[in-house]
């Protein structure tokens, strides 16, 4: 079993920075990619931002230029430095891991994370 704890989330004000952590422990074999969701009231989550084992990343448009992921291998832990947030960037943050087993693939997510920006 994996545990994945999110920290870093809070009440800033638009044009401020964030910085989101998630450390994953536990029985891992080696976390393929590890990402981060978002889900605002009303709304359905959403994918934020990915990274692969090797570093690769990906953004939601609505994030790309803003926000940068990273990881650290060792620890099994994964950032999400987030600048110029608006309030439109605001929701509960999820990290998500996925894992596999003899190519079988786990699914892992923590808890989830605040981010409110206010205006």
């Known amino acids: 079993q994996v545990r994945l704890v999110e920290s870093g989330g809070g009440l800033v004000q638009a044009g401020e920075s964030l910085r989101l952590s998630c450390s994953a422990s536990g029985s891992i074999v080696r976390i393929s990619t590890m990402n981060w969701y978002r889900q605002a009231p009303g709304k359905q989550r959403e994918l934020v931002a990915v990274i692969t084992y090797g570093g690769s990343t990906n953004y939601a448009d609505s994030v790309k230029g803003r926000f940068t992921i990273s990881r650290d291998n060792a620890k099994n832990t994964v950032f999400l430095q987030m600048n110029s947030l608006q309030p439109e960037d605001t929701a509960v943050y999820y990290c998500?891991?996925?894992?596999?087993?003899?190519?079988?693939?786990?699914?892992?997510w923590g808890q989830g994370t605040q981010v409110t920006v206010s205006s």
């Open positions: 998500n891991a996925v894992s596999f087993v003899s190519l079988v693939p786990y699914d892992y």
